[in-house]
């Protein structure tokens, strides 16, 4: 009787235990599991977020590399090679007096000189290539398919490229005036074709291109001569009214809009020590006068004379480098200014 009782008794208490004991391990695996799915998404996002990183660097080196070439054929080969990470194939055509050239290019035929050789040779009437045209007509990023009918049998011969593949076609521009075209596409690539980094290194070698066609000469102490950009003072501009603008020039105004803020960016990146000293004297424009002289003169020369006549670089320069305080510019800085052409 005794025996029956301490089995009974044993297996109350197992029962007590077991039941406290199998639902703890219960909750500490589902526990571990969270905690194990928490550090699997917390290690993606950390990869997620290196490989951001990574990518902008990345994009900041190729942006460096355009802006510290010194002469324009330089910058033509700074955004080639900088180019080549964020497409498959690209290649650099001239274009003057309504023929194409083909300049220089990357990714074709392993480079091979032969192919060199039969770009460098290559040579096209504008209206052959649809598509060309309508780069320069708009001065914008145009989108095709590799057709005959769009881009002409003599390039896509040249060029090998499968009868509707997606290209992308990026004016360079100088002066109001495309003077090359960035043909990029995704062939070879694994990664595809990143359309908003070539838009970006694109708009940076135009900036570039602009300040290094920059010349002095002595004509600019006494005035200009005809035909050339003559900056004069003017009365601070309003700002456009936006709901009258065509669907053009809000164009243009983003354009030059986009164009002021590469500029100003520029001198951030390679004056920031100047700039700390030109808030502290409260003359930015006394420690930066030629920098920004350059800066402005470049910005003037592209959109001084269109519908975009607002001084955008100045806007950038007072909320960005002065932080909305003009008197941070110092006294001899000649504020807003237009560009008009003499002769």
Not at 126 to 141: F, G, K, N, W
Not at 167 to 176: D, E, G, I, K, W
Request: one cysteine or more; glycine letters at 6%; charged letters at 25%.
């Amino acid at each position: 009787m005794a025996a029956e009782l301490d089995e009974t008794i044993d297996s109350i208490l197992q029962q007590a235990f077991d039941q406290p004991l199998a639902a703890l391990r219960h909750e500490l695996a589902e526990r571990l599991s969270r905690e194990l799915a928490a550090a699997k998404e917390a290690a993606g996002v950390e990869a997620a977020r290196a490989a951001k990183c990574a990518a902008i660097e990345a994009l900041g080196l190729a942006v460096r590399r355009i802006r510290h070439a010194s002469s324009i054929p330089e910058v033509g080969g700074a955004l080639l090679e900088t180019a080549a990470p964020y497409c498959g194939r690209a290649a650099l055509m001239v274009y003057k007096g309504d023929v194409v050239t083909g300049w220089r290019a990357t990714g074709f035929d392993s480079g091979s000189p032969a192919f060199a050789e039969s770009w460098a040779r290559f040579q096209m009437p504008l209206r052959q290539a649809p598509a060309l045209a309508q780069v320069v007509e708009t001065h914008d990023a145009v989108i095709s398919l590799s057709l005959p009918d769009h881009l002409s049998p003599a390039l896509l011969e040249l060029f090998a490229v499968p009868p509707g593949e997606k290209v992308y076609l990026l004016p360079l521009s100088v002066r109001q005036k495309v003077v090359a075209i960035l043909y990029a596409d995704a062939l070879g690539s694994p990664d595809g074709i990143q359309p908003a980094a070539l838009e970006l290194l694109c708009s940076v070698a135009e900036a570039t291109i602009e300040v290094l066609s920059i010349r002095p000469s002595p004509a600019r102490a006494e005035g200009r001569e005809a035909g050339e950009l003559s900056v004069e003072p003017t009365a601070r501009p309003a700002p456009p009214d936006w709901e009258a603008l065509s669907p053009e020039e809000r164009d243009m105004h983003r354009r030059a809009q986009r164009f002021a803020r590469l500029l100003v960016a520029d001198l951030q990146l390679y004056r920031a020590l100047e700039i700390r000293e030109g808030k502290v004297m409260r003359n930015l424009y006394g420690r930066l006068k030629e920098e920004i002289d350059k800066s402005r003169e470049a910005y003037h020369r592209k959109f001084g004379q269109t519908a975009a006549g607002m001084d955008y670089f100045h806007l950038e320069l007072l909320r960005t480098l002065a932080g909305d305080n003009e008197e941070l510019l110092g006294p001899d800085y000649p504020g807003p200014m237009v560009g008009a052409l003499m002769g």
